[in-house]
């Protein structure tokens, strides 16, 4: 049946019609043999779920078609979507590329999924329960006890601690895919932290943009709710009633570092690294710009191993110490639990039918790929006997030397000597083994521009554990082959991926029940700004500030040089270059060079450390620590600001590529300004950004001021209007030529002059009186006495007052200050050491 | 044998630790079939914050601590008196076979702390290394009983292996010691466990102290023991785990006092701690194993 709509009616000859433009679509869509197809059945013809969606697409002609696309490209490009890939060269992070032709799938089908994957998180949980716990599974004989303690993540220091809200598991995933025989296969369990979510939820967002009347039409169900439930669940184990929730991230080198910045913005939870908790009696707590607040949850996406250098990995730097220890005594709870990660291990696979029906007294519902463990004699023989027909893979899930890298291994491709390396290594370390049936996967349409191809995908699904049971997500991460192989081994670097739309047989329920993900409330109590982020936060703000001041110098630079013509000889010009040397943005190697080509090396030079590329790249880089706190608008900016500093430039450049390349850097700062004080939500984190600017703007503009706030030095009072972007200001004000008076009034002194050293220090004063953690009964603490004392000093000065001496003490002042604030409110550079163990 | 045990660690800091948090293994527990401790005391300077004891997975005693006030050094002494009664070793040809142990060991249904599983497997210390594997296979043909096998490969060592002190550091690899041939207790004691996995036999890390003999008519120093490591080897069910001294090709017997048993290094670090400190800093260890006159 149709699930119409959007073409006129739903009788019987809009059916004809349907099936008539879909079939259009298909013109040269060849299924592969032997393999099933999702969208064509045996016979060749669309399967009816997908007959509308092919209609509409049809309808909608190539043309609109690329524009709808290009609109979900688009999407993902802009909020910077990537996944940071470890192989390559440079570390790099690429763009996750998106299918778009969604997999579509029927309620009943999902339905029956779902059921046996719930039942799979049920099982799961309970043999972790078990392992964890009385290991009877072991002592009855039904599972090795080398099958469990060949695992990584058997942690030892958690046998016999249960977990805080009595569960292991609360986000649970498994990989399926579709067998030829059309029921879905698990060919394998994420139970350690399983990723994909954010990523599924951006694929959403961008599949919503492209094909929004489609997705109605077709009774698309949201995957919002699915997010609400894993909230609100993790939300009841918090007793603090602050409802604050960390979300544990091994930090930005990891490869799914956006999608923990994408979920804690999206979940509203605190995005932490181990570095900002500290376990204080048997409570965890965040250092936050307030002080240590306690924090009762945490989602993790750091591996077990990582969470605790006292007693798990040793030499783990991203963990907490004494996590373990606030473990056992209850004190925080992990969502997943630690050592979860052990029912990810493939040799489970080879128990699990027989574990299912000893503690659910039920056959699985859904098969998993058939497994046989070689710590077994005789499934050690079978597996030797018919190694052509089967994978070999590591049992647990970790490098073994005859597998490539840790991966896994069809036996029919080993050559003599690898058999024979295999056999020995069988007899010897059986135990580190599985033999595995060859999982067949079916495929799915993917667009490649012209018409539709059949390639196999892999499905993660993902479940999340509530009061009421596992809920499971309506949707989920689809990786897509870049190849025809259909064997699930070929897919391990799938670099595609796709929606997932499982389609309800009636209009899906209303916004109101299920949000769209957009409505779904995010909150952020503003006194748990880790000290971190505002520790970066603060330096962002100095960096893009020093960026700017860096740009506006060049810009003067070569502006006098079109103007007057000037020789490096002339006093202004070798002003400028002095300030940009004292600010290590002039290369070392161009002595006696033009003008021109200095302002060019300032603008391009990656090498050296003050010029803009670095400069802009420190920025990029305070950023992506703190992502989670950026609107995606604001995010680009600074993206488009790196692109626009790192493009190549002519090889000669002439001044006006210069003068043009500072002025479209110039306007991307003041669009990323603009973005982050209206988007910002201005709590906390805006002022720390603030504060940044605001100090880095009163330094820049008193070095300004020294510099060209001189008399005698012809063109220099106009350049410091210039630098200190004050023209305007001062040509309104003052129907004469620059005069030093007015000037230094306008630049130094002018509370009213947004640009004026002043007025930086007004702005800093606002912000820290109203900081958390400010006694108001107390005396006030230094910083504000240090602001008072250049308030004063601004209002007592006259044009009469700028000595160099002057200068410096201003100078010295607000270094203390910035000092002052990175004392009090960050973790002051000191990370902890690990001690040195004894030598035996 | 009764012995009275001292250790001391001092840690000196160049620069003020301000937060401590760890974990100590210095607290040596009875183990039947060896030793029983008689009476045990750990004291630190300065006093910590918060401490707590118990045990850990392998039945190891640990103490947490917590320092949060300023110091610049760190005390730990214990004094144990712990009484060694060793059990004799088996009947070498009455162990099960080499086959036998493997076969046992993959198919052990008992994940206690004594169990063969763990050591079956390598471990972040203790990798399984072809070449070291290659070297143990001469020893342990499938028929021959086990712990003749591992009384060879002890043997192996002390004659290949030269005991050189500073020749290796804390972090040295079972591969690099085997390649150089050279190293300490530590060193022999990860390769020859390195060995027994890669070929499937259980095989774990014990640290512990050792007593030394004074040459003939001189008398003891005070201090100048020292802390020991060896491994164990597991025998069958019956026999169980059976320990070894490659660095002196002797079993483990009288002179051997356990302190802690694991799968590597790892597992039995005497202090394993994280401060927050800015500068450097200085240990020193002393030891003494002291027999007590019945």
Redo the contacts between chains.
């Keep these: 049946m149709g699930k119409g709509g959007f073409v006129s009616g739903a009788d019987q000859r809009s059916e004809v019609f349907e099936k008539a433009a879909a079939e259009s679509l298909l013109g040269g869509y060849r299924t592969l043999p032997g393999v099933r197809d999702e969208m064509l059945d045996a016979d060749g013809r669309p399967r009816p779920h997908w007959v509308p969606f092919l209609a509409a697409l049809a309808g909608m002609g190539p043309e609109e078609l690329r524009r709808r696309f290009g609109s979900a490209d688009r999407y993902l490009r802009d909020s910077g979507v990537f996944y940071r890939v470890y192989d390559d060269a440079g570390g790099g992070e690429r763009p996750w590329s998106l299918s778009h032709v969604p997999l579509l799938i029927e309620q009943s089908d999902w339905t029956a999924l779902s059921s046996g994957l719930i039942q799979r998180a049920e099982l799961l949980e309970a043999v972790l329960q078990d392992l964890y716990g009385p290991a009877r599974l072991v002592a009855d004989g039904d599972l090795p006890a080398a099958a469990v303690a060949g695992s990584d993540e058997f942690l030892r220091p958690l046998v016999g601690v249960k977990p805080a809200g009595g569960r292991y598991l609360r986000l649970y995933a498994a990989d399926v895919g579709r067998g030829p025989d059309g029921r879905w296969w698990v060919l394998a369990d994420r139970a350690q932290a399983p990723s994909g979510t954010g990523y599924a939820l951006e694929n959403r967002l961008a599949m919503t943009r492209a094909l929004p009347d489609v997705s109605r039409a077709l009774h698309m169900q949201r995957v919002a709710g699915f997010f609400q439930a894993l909230r609100t669940s993790l939300m009841k184990l918090d007793r603090t009633g602050e409802g604050r929730i960390g979300l544990l991230t091994p930090g930005p080198l990891n490869e799914t570092y956006f999608e923990h910045a994408l979920l804690a913005r999206y979940l509203g939870f605190l995005l932490v690294e181990g570095e900002d908790l500290t376990v204080r009696g048997d409570r965890v707590n965040v250092r936050t710009v307030a002080g240590l607040r306690r924090i009762d949850v945490l989602l993790r996406r750091l591996d077990a191993d990582f969470a605790d250098p006292l007693e798990l990995n040793a030499r783990s730097h991203l963990g907490v110490p004494g996590l373990v220890q606030a473990l056992r005594e209850g004190g925080v709870a992990l969502a997943n639990a630690l050592g979860s990660g052990l029912v990810e291990a493939p040799v489970l696979l080879a128990f699990l039918p027989r574990i299912a029906m000893r503690l659910l007294g039920t056959p699985l519902k859904l098969p998993h790929v058939g497994t046989w463990w070689c710590g077994q004699d005789a499934e050690r023989a079978q597996v030797m006997e018919h190694l052509d027909e089967l994978v070999i893979s590591s049992a647990f899930g970790r490098p073994v030397p005859v597998l490539p890298s840790g991966g896994s291994v069809l036996g029919a491709d080993l050559s003599a000597a690898e058999r024979r390396r295999l056999s020995t290594l069988l007899a010897r370390r059986g135990v580190e083994l599985v033999g595995q049936d060859i999982a067949r996967l079916s495929t799915t349409p993917v667009w490649t521009g012209e018409r539709l191809t059949p390639r196999p995908f892999m499905l993660r699904v993902f479940l999340a554990a509530t009061d009421k049971g596992w809920v499971v997500m309506p949707g989920g991460f689809c990786r897509i082959s870049s190849t025809p192989d259909a064997r699930a081994i070929s897919l391990q670097k799938g670099d595609r991926s796709a929606d997932v739309w499982v389609l309800a047989d009636h209009a899906v329920a209303d916004a109101s029940l299920l949000p769209s993900p957009d409505n779904v409330k995010v909150r952020r109590s503003s006194g748990t700004l880790p000290s971190r982020a505002a520790d970066n936060l603060f330096w962002l703000g100095r960096y893009v500030e020093r960026a700017e001041a860096t740009l506006r110098l060049s810009r003067v630079l070569v502006g006098r040089l079109a103007e007057t013509g000037d020789s490096g000889t002339s006093p202004l010009v070798s002003r400028l270059l002095g300030l940009l040397g004292a600010w290590g943005a002039m290369p070392r190697d161009l002595a006696r060079a033009t003008p021109a080509r200095y302002a060019v090396a300032v603008l391009t030079r990656r090498d050296v450390p003050g010029a803009l590329p670095q400069l802009v790249l420190a920025a990029r880089a305070a950023a992506s620590v703190i992502r989670d706190r950026f609107s995606p608008d604001a995010w680009k900016a600074l993206v488009d600001l790196e692109t626009c500093v790192m493009a190549p430039i002519n090889a000669a450049p002439s001044e006006a590529d210069a003068h043009e390349r500072a002025d479209a850097a110039l306007r991307i700062i003041a669009a990323f300004s603009g973005l982050a004080s209206e988007n910002m939500n201005r709590l906390t984190g805006w002022r720390f950004l603030e504060l940044g600017r605001r100090a880095e703007r009163a330094i820049s503009t008193l070095r300004f001021a020294r510099t060209f706030g001189e008399h005698g030095v012809p063109g220099s009072l106009d350049a410091l209007l210039q630098v200190a972007d004050s023209q305007i200001t001062y040509r309104s004000r003052y129907v004469m030529m620059e005069a030093r008076g007015p000037v230094l009034d306008l630049v130094l002194l002018d509370p009213d002059n947004p640009r004026s050293v002043a007025f930086q220090v007004d702005r800093m004063g606002d912000h820290l009186r109203v900081l958390p953690g400010r006694d108001h009964d107390a005396p006030p603490p230094l910083w504000e006495r240090l602001v008072a004392r250049m308030r004063a000093e601004l209002a007592a000065a006259t044009a009469e007052s700028f000595a160099p001496a002057w200068f410096d003490e201003m100078e010295k002042v607000l270094m203390r200050l910035s000092d002052e604030i990175a004392a009090h409110y960050f973790l002051q550079g000191h990370s902890p050491e690990m001690t040195m163990t004894l030598v035996m | 044998m009764l012995y009275d045990i001292r250790q001391t ?1 001092s ?1 000196s800091y160049a620069v003020p630790v ?1 937060v ?4 100590l293994r210095m607290t040596p527990m009875d183990r039947p079939g060896h030793q029983h401790v008689i009476a045990h005391v750990l004291d630190l300077s300065p006093e910590a914050a ?1 401490l ?1 004891r118990g045990t ?3 039945g190891n005693g640990l103490t ?1 601590l ?1 320092l949060d006030q300023p110091h610049d050094y760190l005390q730990i002494s214990t004094r144990s008196r712990v009484d060694v009664n060793a059990t004799p070793l088996p009947e070498v040809s009455a162990t099960p076979s080499v086959d036998d142990v ?2 046992a ?7 206690g702390p004594r ?1 063969p ?2 050591g ?2 390598p471990s ?1 210390a203790i990798p ?1 290394d ?1 070449a070291i ?1 290659e070297w143990t296979s001469a020893s342990c043909p499938g028929d021959r009983p086990i712990l003749e096998a591992g009384l060879e490969l002890m043997h192996r060592i002390k004659d290949d292996f030269t005991y050189e002190p500073g020749s290796t ?2 972090t040295t690899t079972p591969h690099e010691a085997f390649v150089a041939r050279r190293g ?3 060193d022999f004691a990860q390769v020859m466990i390195a060995g027994l996995r ?3 036999l259980p095989a774990r890390y014990v ?1 512990g102290y050792l007593r030394t003999v004074p040459p003939e008519g001189q008398a003891r120093l005070e201090g100048a023991d ?4 060896w491994l164990e080897i597991w025998c069958g069910a019956e026999a169980g785990w059976i320990g070894l001294d490659p660095t002196n090709a002797i079993p483990a017997g009288d002179d051997h006092i356990i302190l802690a048993v694991g799968r590597d ?2 597992d039995v ?10 500068g450097d ?1 200085l ?1 020193s ?1 002393g030891v003494d194993v002291i027999p007590v006159e019945r």
């Excluded at chain 2, 401590?20 to 974990?23: E, K």
């Design positions: 660690t840690y301000r401590a948090r760890q974990v918060e707590e850990d997975f392998f947490w917590t493997r076969a060991a993959a198919g052990a249904f008992d994940l169990s599983v763990h079956l497997f972040r399984v072809a594997t550091i804390v300490v207790c530590q890669g070929l499937g640290s020292a802390t020991h490591a290094y790892a670090a005497p202090v394993d701690g994280v401060i927050v400190s800015s800093h240990l260890v």
